[in-house]
């Protein structure tokens, strides 16, 4: 879906026209995602060049960014440690590169919202998407464009720089994480909700805990096997928990209350 959003030649709403970005890409999600679990957000990047952001860039971003998190998800800034976003690996976007593995494992992170901007006259074309972190795959999408005032078009001249400090590709290393880790009162801990295991997601949730404990260390891929099944088994009988092939309530809770 794409649409044309205007702004004011008084002042940009670029909130606004952010936010009506951010409900549109929410309600385009091929499937609900988990509140409980962090979405990363970047500046977006000159499709031109994409080793260039903006002030505009940065702003359009973290607009959209909060948008979802006011709809209720945990959304983490992912930036370097000298304070610039990164947003690409070496010949592409964040989301396109080997590293979202890697960034996936420090942040304990489903999704990215990754997003380009190409300038054209009097308007900017955006498209914004969230990408899974688990197999790079598009979740939602949205695509419109602005009509640019003299003050959208100096946003888009200020602060111009590159997500790499240097010619050399940035690795997770550069990269200040945040803290994710669960507080144990969430809904998953509370049992307010019950994880389904047939979903990658939710597998790939109790797999990533399991691997805590020590109990999984195949692959956290979102597939519920034979390996998924024996760690769960495992930590059912060091817990004294019956039934230890059945996953239920008082499992999960046991699971992610530790």
Not at 20 to 32: F, Q, T, W
Not at 116 to 129: D, G, K, L, P, Q
């Amino acid at each position: 879906m794409e649409r044309d959003l205007c702004a004011s030649t008084h002042g940009p709403d670029l909130d606004s026209i952010a936010y009506v970005a951010g409900d549109m890409l929410e309600g385009n999600l091929l499937y609900d995602l988990d509140r409980t679990l962090p979405i990363l957000s970047t500046s977006f990047v000159n499709l031109d060049n994409l080793n260039e952001t903006s002030a505009f860039g940065r702003l359009i971003g973290e607009q959209i960014a909060s948008r979802l998190s006011q709809h209720g998800y945990k959304v983490v800034e992912l930036r370097l440690s000298n304070g610039k976003v990164l947003v690409k690996e070496k010949n592409g976007e964040l989301a396109l590169s080997r590293e979202m593995k890697r960034i996936d494992k420090s942040y304990d992170a489903q999704a990215v919202i990754v997003g380009t901007y190409c300038i054209a006259e009097n308007w900017a074309f955006v498209s914004t998407r969230l990408v899974s972190t688990l197999d790079n795959s598009i979740l939602s999408s949205y695509n419109f464009s602005i009509r640019m005032g003299g003050l959208l078009k100096a946003l888009v001249k200020k602060n111009i720089s590159n997500a790499a400090t240097s010619k050399k590709t940035v690795g997770i290393s550069d990269i200040t994480p945040e803290k994710t880790k669960r507080a144990g009162n969430d809904p998953i801990s509370i049992g307010s909700m019950l994880l389904d295991l047939t979903t990658p997601l939710s597998a790939k949730i109790v797999q990533s805990q399991l691997a805590r404990f020590g109990y999984y260390t195949a692959k956290i891929d979102g597939k519920w096997g034979k390996r998924s099944r024996v760690a769960l088994a495992s930590f059912k009988r060091v817990r004294g928990l019956p039934n230890v092939n059945e996953w239920n309530m008082s499992t999960q809770i046991a699971l992610f209350s530790g």
